[in-house]
């Protein structure tokens, strides 16, 4: 296995770095709630969420190594988001509907003892924009904070 791949333009360790940090935060979670505290696969993934830190850091590397031996300027930049809002945006949109007809299913189900389904179009709004947070809003799936911090990061480093 090659360290670095010219005819596909990545580092071989940075994909398999993602790929272990993707399987300790699934693994976390799949844990943390189905397993007793002291099973030794709950013990073992028990710092698993670890690995979203360490995606934000394979970003921050990752986004300046795709740029480098390339003239990027700041008029490359709409093409960039482009890029990375047509990857991105339609599975978290389609995310964002699912939680939304699951939450609501969830509500009209006999039994019921939760929250009710309460969401504004304000709130669909900071969710499109990644702005939930900054309006001290609740996300309607938490992990989308992680979404929102690397959204922030693509628009203060243009």
């Known amino acids: 296995m090659k360290a ?4 596909k333009n990545y580092l071989t360790i940075i994909v398999t770095l993602r790929g272990l940090a993707a399987l300790c935060v699934c693994m976390y ?9 002291d099973d ?13 830190e360490v995606f934000f850091v394979i970003s921050g590397f990752v986004i ?3 740029l480098l031996g390339t003239s990027f300027k ?8 482009k890029k ?18 699951v939450s609501y299913a969830a509500s009209k189900t006999p039994g019921f003892a939760g929250e009710p389904n309460n969401v504004s179009v304000a ?12 309006f001290n809003n609740t996300w309607l799936n938490p992990v989308y904070w992680t979404l929102e911090i690397e959204f922030h990061f693509y628009i203060k480093h243009k």
């Open 4 to 7: 670095f791949n010219k005819d």
């Open 29 to 37: 979670h799949f844990t943390k709630d189905f397993l007793n505290e």
């Open 40 to 52: 030794i696969i709950n013990v073992l993934f028990e710092n698993g969420w670890i690995g979203v």
């Open 64 to 66: 300046p190594f795709s």
């Open 74 to 81: 700041f008029r490359h930049y709409f093409k960039f988001m």
């Open 84 to 101: 990375r809002l047509i990857r991105i945006e339609p599975a978290y949109l389609i995310s964002v509907i699912l939680v939304l007809l």
């Open 123 to 134: 709130l669909l709004l900071q969710h499109v924009g990644y702005l939930v947070e900054f």
